[in-house]
């Protein structure tokens, strides 16, 4: 009866490709196989003992039970204030220029909707995070994708880059409001260095449009990188947003704690649409996110050597089965170039493949985007031993590949 009414920004969006290689992992660990999962960075680790005693300590007072602030309560705002000023040398105002949300991804489809009017036209460099391009489709807006084109060491190609940003501001029509970045980068784990980020606010500046930056791994570094924010620019909040998780950096994914942080106007955009749209974490969430920023930062420490072992493991195990991987800089993952004897099948068919013959679940590139095609992304979430067990899986599917 109501089959003619359309649903026109459902139809906008692009199957979710990732959803083939789920049904075909659960369908093998139904026929009773032991899939080794490297599929969804989701992380396996435990949250720190002090922030879940803090969890603990705040739900038994009563008064944290009613509804909370929708911006986050006054304590976190701080505490966030002062991780930027301890890790980044950045001055925040707790009431303008900073709001917490139910997760990085809640906050960013949110505050995209607050700010994208009808055709409006954002920048989105390709392989990205699905959520990153499809949260303005989402919003009646339109998406010019370019290429993220990288260097052998994992850093965009700057020429490349700006010359593809500036192509977006004088072909599109309308001319682009928005540009997305996310370094580190999830899928392909690109880094970037303060400079890339001044030579982009300078851009920005001239050209009149936002910049919004997702830094969520910008703590899972290795080798002596440190990633840097957009707002240690000088100027920078005149044009950028920051958003940050504390998923990654605390194994803290399921309590969905995020913020974002920079220009006023957009901070105030996404804080007045969620003043309708809720009322905020559950209190004792946010006091004891207030604990994670405030306290001591060794667990951090101890997570990012636990994924920098998980790494070496993973480099070194597979380049003996046969599949060479370079290594990230930063990030949970793994951005793989397909063997040569699969990149033509594409990565969806690689995935599949890999998971029926080598038990091995991966997420394939061609879900961030047409330009991830010829990789797949590896988390890395399971622990050294799973990983080599990968590996000897992976090497006797090569070997019996090429008979």
Not at 129 to 153: C, E, K, M, T, W
Not at 210 to 217: E, N, R
Request: hydrophobic residues 40%; neutral net charge; charged residues 25%.
């Amino acid at each position: 009866m109501f089959d003619e009414i359309e649903f026109e920004k459902i139809k906008r969006l692009p199957k979710y490709v990732f959803a083939a290689v789920d049904e075909l992992k659960m369908a093998e660990r139904r026929a009773g196989e032991d899939v080794i999962d490297f599929s969804m960075g989701n992380p396996d680790g435990p949250t720190p003992r002090h922030i879940i005693e803090k969890l603990v300590e705040s739900v038994q007072k009563p008064k944290t039970h009613g509804y909370s602030v929708s911006k986050g309560i006054y304590k976190l705002r701080l505490a966030i204030c002062d991780w930027y000023r301890e890790k980044y040398g950045v001055e925040l105002d707790a009431d303008t220029e900073v709001v917490a949300s139910m997760g990085s991804k809640e906050g960013y489809v949110n505050l995209v909707q607050a700010i994208t009017n009808p055709g409006d036209v954002a920048m989105v460099p390709d392989p990205c995070y699905p959520i990153h391009s499809q949260a303005f489709i989402l919003a009646g807006g339109n998406v010019h994708r370019f290429r993220l084109v990288l260097n052998q060491d994992f850093t965009p190609d700057k020429d490349a880059f700006f010359r593809n940003i500036e192509t977006a501001m004088r072909e599109s029509s309308p001319k682009p409001k928005y540009l997305v970045v996310n370094f580190p980068n999830n899928p392909t784990t690109a880094t970037v260095d303060l400079d890339f980020y001044e030579k982009l606010v300078a851009l920005a500046r001239d050209e009149r449009f936002y910049i919004i930056s997702d830094i969520a791994y910008a703590e899972i570094t290795y080798d002596g990188y440190k990633a840097p924010s957009i707002l240690q620019v000088s100027g920078a909040k005149d044009v950028a947003i920051e958003s940050y998780t504390l998923s990654k950096t605390y194994n803290m994914a399921g309590w969905r704690v995020g913020f974002l942080v920079g220009n006023p106007r957009l901070v105030g955009a996404l804080t007045r649409i969620k003043s309708w749209l809720d009322y905020g974490m559950f209190t004792p969430i946010q006091v004891a996110s207030t604990i994670a920023l405030n306290s001591d930062q060794s667990c951090v420490e101890e997570i990012r050597q636990s994924y920098r072992r998980r790494r070496d493991v993973l480099l070194r195990s597979f380049a003996n089965a046969g599949w060479r991987i370079d290594k990230p800089k930063a990030s949970m993952f793994a951005w793989a170039r397909i063997p040569e004897a699969f990149r033509e099948a594409g990565s969806l068919e690689f995935s599949k493949t890999l998971l029926k013959e080598a038990k091995m679940a991966v997420s394939p590139g061609i879900g961030f985007g047409p330009y991830g095609d010829e990789y797949v992304r590896i988390a890395l979430i399971e622990n050294e031993e799973r990983i080599r067990q990968a590996a000897r899986n992976v090497k006797r599917f090569l070997r019996a590949s090429s008979l």
